[in-house]
């Protein structure tokens, strides 16, 4: 275990109060994203939250990342969904314990050296891209145009339209109400990053997003009390599945159809999964240490384990399949998470939040964490970013 990770856990409780608040905004980040992608999969709402949850719950016992969180994930929907139609989610569900298995055994044949033979230019290119992405899939969100869920990045889009096409038809589609928080919430952002308020305590205590998030909240209150027609409506909201009692709860996990182990079909997904889901978690070690300020190293055969960990678990209870995932470890590092208790704060969070308030989360616009996002975007592609790659060299460009 390399020294640096040591001395970084020995300070995990001394760096809570960064990694509190910024465990709360990949939280808030993570909702719509563990929702949309379960929704995108064909697979039961509840199976995005679980998948979540271990993620960020489990998975962190065993990986040494201290700032990459794990969820489901949107590169595995077209998988999962196919999948389901074709098996149905029970058996799908064993070809995730079964990658999970494979997962674990890749690590220990140290198959996470592979991770180390990605040129920095390509994860250079790769995190510019996803922040152009996230960028551009927000704008719509921002104004209250949501014809895809919240977290796709495909650019071919649920409804038929495209990322580009769907920025031309929200022209025609404003919601006021929507546009006006989502203008707020990104002005409270903005300010919050001036040298001025970075140097404020209070400011360090109280992070934009979580301020931009809470300011949408209540703004979409007064507009709901005294100005109904600006008022967010509920698809636009963070739409999270609600409990009537605990007696529901065993609703929400489903258990896989272990009968269907010695399926050739089955066996070959696991391998799909396995596969699929370590070369993306690899991608986004690599992309987020690169990321990290303190400039840490994840052990990547480790993390090989650490999620195969997770996917067995994620399985046997009713979850999507798991990997470390950029937008929501971009999140984290934006927000200033310093150590993986930040991940296991976003994990305690989606645990409380399915169980007991559900309601308060539902409360929050989609305008608020596009705002979020759409900073996260722009920070991982910054036009500096260019330029200083082109400096570097052409072929590096």
């Given at each position: ?9 020995l ?94 055994a890749l ?7 592979i991770?180390?033979y990605?040129?920095s ?11 152009i992405?996230?960028a ?10 949501d014809?895809d869920?919240e ?11 495209t990322t580009l ?10 919601h ?7 203008a ?6 903005i ?15 109280l992070?934009g ?14 507009f709901?009390q ?26 929400f ?30 991608l ?24 195969g960990?997770?996917n ?8 999507l ?12 590092i934006?927000?200033g ?34 705002a979020?996002?759409?900073l ?8 500096q970013?260019?330029?200083r ?6 072929y590096?460009?």
């Amino acid at each position: 275990m390399p020294a640096q990770q040591s001395n970084d856990d020995l300070k995990i409780w001394r760096n809570l109060r960064y990694d509190l608040p910024a465990g709360l905004v990949v939280f808030l980040v993570a909702v719509p994203l563990c929702l949309g992608i379960a929704l995108a999969s064909g697979a039961p709402l509840s199976s995005g939250i679980i998948a979540g949850i271990i993620g960020g719950l489990i998975i962190p016992l065993l990986s040494r990342s201290p700032l990459g969180v794990s969820g489901p994930a949107a590169g595995l929907a077209v998988i999962v969904f196919e999948a389901v139609g074709q098996i149905g989610f029970e058996a799908f569900l064993t070809a995730v314990v079964l990658g999970g298995m494979l997962q674990i055994a890749l690590g220990f044949l140290r198959a996470g050296i592979i991770g180390y033979y990605f040129p920095s230019s390509v994860i250079t290119g790769m995190l510019s891209g996803i922040g152009i992405i996230i960028a551009l899939k927000q704008i719509p969100h921002l104004v209250g145009y949501d014809t895809d869920w919240e977290g796709d990045t495909a650019f071919v889009e649920p409804g038929g339209e495209t990322t580009l096409s769907a920025l031309v038809d929200m022209l025609g589609a404003f919601h006021l109400g929507a546009t006006l928080i989502g203008a707020i919430c990104l002005a409270i952002l903005i300010v919050w990053e001036l040298p001025f308020f970075k140097r404020q305590k209070i400011f360090q205590w109280l992070p934009g997003p979580l301020m931009a998030v809470i300011a949408g909240a209540v703004i979409n209150w007064a507009f709901n009390q005294y100005a109904p027609e600006l008022a967010v409506r509920s698809e636009h909201l963070v739409s999270l599945p609600v409990l009537d009692d605990l007696s529901q709860l065993s609703q929400f996990f489903t258990f896989p159809d272990l009968t269907s182990v010695t399926d050739p079909h089955i066996f070959t997904l696991g391998i799909i999964v396995a596969v699929v889901a370590s070369l993306e978690t690899l991608l986004s070690v690599e992309a987020v240490d690169k990321l990290d300020p303190h400039k840490r190293v994840t052990p990547t055969n480790l993390e090989l384990i650490a999620q195969g960990a997770g996917n067995m678990a994620s399985g046997l209870i009713g979850g999507l399949p798991i990997t470390q995932v950029i937008v929501r470890s971009s999140a984290n590092i934006q927000a200033g998470g310093r150590t993986k208790m930040a991940t296991m704060v976003h994990g305690t969070f989606l645990l409380v939040s399915a169980f007991f308030f559900p309601f308060l989360l539902n409360m929050i616009p989609l305008a608020s964490l596009a705002a979020i996002l759409l900073l996260v975007g722009y920070k991982l592609a910054k036009p500096q970013l260019f330029t200083r790659m082109y400096r570097d060299g052409w072929y590096q460009f």
